[in-house]
């Protein structure tokens, strides 16, 4: 596993999210052009990130990169896999976090994945402020406990924990969730969240496998399915993430009403081409028509249902 690297404050940058004819058709403005930046606007101006909660009873998901989501409803908001790192060992970020760190109000809670480095980054973490404390799958509990939050949540597979009116269910994924080489013992999988009838999912890292049409019989009409789609071309060969066109298989199996793309072009974790993950995502929802139900976001731009 990778050595973990102190957090740098990113200056923030943001745009606007392509549209839907965009997604529909121009595949060719992603191909290998995965750098900073490119998704401002062309004057090259920016707005101001979205750091209040809703309050029209809507949620809003803000991609942060890589895996990691600020997601709020109204009332409450949370932090899945905050990860502001710029480097993973040898491994370099390639696209700046969409909202500074150092800003981010204080949370209802935090849940992390799994125990990866990219995925519970405790440097980000110490900074985060959370009321309600922070949810990991059982065994990791003992890497967050130092970490400054007034609880830990250990969880298992189909676990749900309430708090207030939103409620976090632990869903099954095909990874594995070791920190270190001698680790045997710790769980990951993915995070049902749900705030008065609205709810998003969040896949964590995962192969296909036949557990997501399970998901969906579990909690039908998932408003949005936050789906990792890189690092499929892993150096180490290992089926552990799902490909773009799987990616869309699960969420077709789920029966998700929006699909956000994530784990792409952020840290070079596979040896996939730069833009080649979303290409691959766009050309597949277009060929199964349900192209209006993916968006591309930009990292700092609120999406809101």
Same mark, same amino acid.
């Given at each position: 596993?990778a ?7 990113a200056a ?7 549209k ?26 920016t ?8 309050d029209n009873? %809507?949620v809003?998901v %803000?991609?942060?990169?890589?895996a990691?989501?600020?997601i709020?409803f ?20 390639r696209r ?13 809670l935090?849940?992390v %994945? ?13 900074v985060l ?7 990991v ?10 970490? *400054?939050?007034p ?14 009116a939103?409620?976090?269910?632990? %869903?099954?994924s095909?990874h594995? *969730? ?5 680790d045997?013992h ?9 705030v008065?009838?609205?709810s ?7 192969a ?17 399915a ?23 298989r699960?969420?077709?199996?789920m ?9 792409h072009?952020t ?20 060929r199964l ?14 999406l809101?249902?």
């Amino acid at each position: 596993m990778a050595d973990e690297h102190p957090v740098k404050p990113a200056a923030h940058y943001s745009g606007l999210m392509p549209k839907k004819g965009w997604q529909q058709r121009n595949y060719k403005f992603f191909r290998h052009r995965i750098v900073p930046g490119m998704f401002r606007r062309p004057d090259g101006s920016t707005q101001a990130p979205i750091l209040h909660p809703p309050d029209n009873g %809507t949620v809003r998901v %803000t991609w942060i990169g890589h895996a990691a989501f600020f997601i709020q409803f109204e009332g409450h908001s949370l932090m899945v896999d905050p990860n502001w790192a710029n480097w993973h060992g040898i491994v370099r970020r390639r696209r700046r976090p969409g909202l500074p760190l150092q800003e981010i109000p204080e949370l209802d809670l935090v849940l992390v %994945t799994h125990a990866h480095f990219d995925h519970l980054h405790k440097p980000s973490l110490k900074v985060l402020q959370s009321r309600d404390g922070i949810v990991v799958p059982r065994g990791s509990g003992n890497l967050v406990r130092r970490l *400054g939050f007034p609880a830990v949540h250990e969880v298992k597979i189909w676990d749900r924990l309430e708090f207030g009116a939103m409620s976090v269910v632990h %869903t099954p994924s095909h990874h594995w *969730g070791a920190r270190y080489l001698h680790d045997t013992h710790r769980d990951y999988g993915g995070y049902l969240i749900e705030v008065n009838g609205k709810s998003v999912f969040h896949c964590g890292d995962s192969a296909w496998f036949d557990g997501f049409s399970e998901i969906g019989k579990r909690h039908p009409a998932i408003d949005v399915a936050l789906m990792p789609i890189g690092a499929y071309e892993a150096p180490s060969g290992r089926d552990v993430h799902m490909n773009p066109e799987e990616a869309v298989r699960a969420f077709a199996e789920m029966g998700a009403k929006v699909l956000i793309p994530m784990h792409h072009d952020t840290f070079p974790l596979g040896n996939e081409a730069p833009g080649e993950a979303v290409d691959r995502l766009l050309q597949e929802a277009d060929r199964l028509g349900i192209s209006d139900k993916v968006l591309i976001p930009e990292e700092g731009v609120g999406l809101e249902w």
